[in-house]
């Protein structure tokens, strides 16, 4: 069949780019890849994205999100993937996929539109990142998401792909306790957030993962997220070492509270700068108990503090005001505790 | 001289008010004319322009020669005033540079631009000269519409696209038509390579 074609480079630069801005995402993933040149065309158009997440799961899914909705995933090598067995098969490694499926949607709360098939010649999944990071000047994974079947694949090859990249966040979702502690084990060098969401690990493991990992990872550790579902005690926080520790759900109770906030005045956690606890809750009258036998000043009508959220963590900034608690490390460092009766959450804030 | 003495497409003539119920005549560099309503003019930045610079009375159009456009021909300026007259009074739209830009094609339209990729591109470049921007926005969508569905090699295909070493191999012809003495130097190199010369200078 004879193909019409279309002299493309023979537009006006600002045409051209006009013609590149009303393509769809997978389209114009697929035209980066045709040469160096038409690589630097979209390069030019400065796309931002809002988010770059790669999920591991029976296959490999890179997304990327442009504000406004607009989405665009990459499923890489879903045929390998199918019907894979543990007792018959060899570990998946996640180097050099056959095929990418490319599909984008302009909103994706309504579904993609039809999938674009690529096949591949020879590009490792790593290499497609940094072509990725290229074309949409994007510096980072924002998270890192290892689900259930995540398991079927390589892990030294999960290592290899994101080795010396920065992965904001990782977060595992129902995987069995000995996956979850050795991927904590490979990816340990690179991450800087760690993120559980899982309701298969039994308590006592948690504890003995988180502790694990922020020891191997104390310079590294900026979030630990702790997401529902999580049952969580204020000594794992104890043992934290995190800058910023997010906790909902917890199970504890108001006299934990208050023995981490004493320890905390004698100088425990001493990198910790925000912490935010969700909690079962047990009564209003009861929530003073977190202060109990704590030296405080409550804060004035007209007294507040402000300062902006940790990166990626969103855009509500942290803040106290009236009525907030204010507190007094030994070496003078002020920290405050808001307490949240309808939402049961203490908000502690480290102000150095 | 080929003259379109109506209009190109059906005036809704009380749509339009009074006082702005004139036409301008304009003419393609193949000296086909064209009657354009003042209304569907202001679809085009350029010649809205020019006619206001010109400040034309009624009289003045038919007295006058027809405004030239000396670098759009006849068959691409008639499909761009369809366009104007049927998109007249709609606004401009502005553009926010937003990437992805999302670009619906109206049933008009499609129709309008189901012709061939040769007459397509001096479409656009007649958008783009005349500064029509929604004629411009949907042509471009046309354009990108043909990587629907393809690989890279197909879009290369497709748009003609030169491969690295093809464009590498342009700029170095390019670079040697610019100073024709790297050319010779380049030779002159060469051949005392091949007669065993170790040094060239």
């Known amino acids: ?352 | 001289m080929s003259v379109e003495n109506a209009p190109v497409v059906d005036v809704d003539e009380a749509a339009i008010p009074v006082e702005k119920k004139m036409y301008y005549r304009f003419e393609s560099n193949d000296k086909k004319e064209f009657r354009v309503s003042e209304l569907a003019i202001q679809q085009s930045e350029t010649l809205n322009r020019l006619v206001e610079a010109m400040g034309y009375t009624s009289e003045d159009v038919e007295n006058k020669p027809a405004i030239a456009i000396e670098n759009i021909d006849g068959k691409t300026l008639k499909l761009v005033f369809q366009w104007c007259e049927h998109h007249k009074g709609e606004a401009i739209p502005v553009d926010d540079g937003s990437v992805p830009k999302i670009v619906e094609i109206p049933e008009f339209d499609a129709k309008l631009m189901d012709i061939d990729n040769g007459l397509l591109f001096k479409l656009i470049w007649a958008a783009d000269y005349l500064n029509i921007v929604q004629l411009l926005n949907v042509s471009c969508k046309k354009v990108a519409n043909m990587a629907q569905g393809k690989t890279p090699a197909q879009l290369r295909r497709v748009y003609l696209l030169p491969s690295d070493e093809e464009d590498e191999a342009a700029k170095r012809a390019a670079q040697e038509a610019q100073d024709p003495r790297a050319r010779e130097v380049e030779e002159e190199f060469e051949e005392r390579k091949r007669q065993g010369g170790n040094s060239f200078f």
Not at chain 1, 208 to 213: D, E, G, L
């Open chain 1, 1 to 352: 069949m004879q193909v019409d074609r279309f002299r493309l480079r023979c537009l006006p630069i600002d045409v051209l780019k006009n013609v590149l801005r009303t393509m769809d995402g997978d389209q114009l993933i697929s035209y980066s890849l045709i040469s160096r040149t038409t690589k630097q065309n979209v390069i030019d158009l400065k796309i931002k994205l809002r988010s770059f997440a790669v999920s591991i799961h029976s296959k490999l899914v890179i997304s990327l999100q442009i504000p406004k909705y607009y989405q665009i995933s990459l499923t890489f090598d879903e045929n390998k993937t199918m019907n894979w067995n543990p007792e018959e098969n060899e570990p998946l490694s996640l180097d050099t996929p056959e095929i990418v499926e490319a599909k984008c949607s302009k909103d994706y709360f309504q579904g993609c539109g039809e999938s674009l098939f690529l096949e591949n010649r020879g590009i490792s999944v790593r290499e497609w990142i940094l072509h990725l990071f290229d074309i949409f000047r994007h510096l980072m994974i924002n998270v890192l998401h290892l689900s259930e079947e995540s398991n079927h694949f390589d892990i030294s090859s999960i290592r290899r792909m994101v080795e010396g990249l920065t992965v904001n966040r990782i977060a595992f979702h129902r995987l069995p306790l000995d996956s979850c502690y050795k991927l904590m084990g490979e990816t340990n060098t690179f991450l800087t957030g760690i993120l559980l969401k899982s309701d298969l690990m039994p308590v006592e493991y948690l504890h003995k993962i988180v502790i694990q990992n922020t020891e191997i990872t104390m310079f590294h550790s900026k979030i630990l997220s702790l997401e529902e579902r999580i049952q969580f005690r204020i000594d794992d926080i104890l043992a934290n070492n995190s800058e910023n520790i997010f906790s909902f759900f917890t199970i504890t109770s108001y006299k934990d509270m208050n023995r981490f906030l004493k320890l905390w005045m004698k100088g425990s956690n001493p990198r910790l700068k925000f912490m935010d606890v969700g909690f079962t809750f047990g009564g209003k009258k009861e929530l003073l108990a977190i202060m109990n036998g704590i030296k405080y000043r409550v804060m004035e009508e007209d007294e507040r503090r402000v300062r902006p959220c940790p990166k990626d963590l969103g855009p509500i900034a942290i803040a106290a005001s009236e009525g907030s608690f204010l507190i007094r490390r030994k070496d003078g460092v002020e920290a405050t505790v808001s307490i949240f009766s309808r939402r049961a959450c203490m908000k502690f804030a480290v102000w150095d």
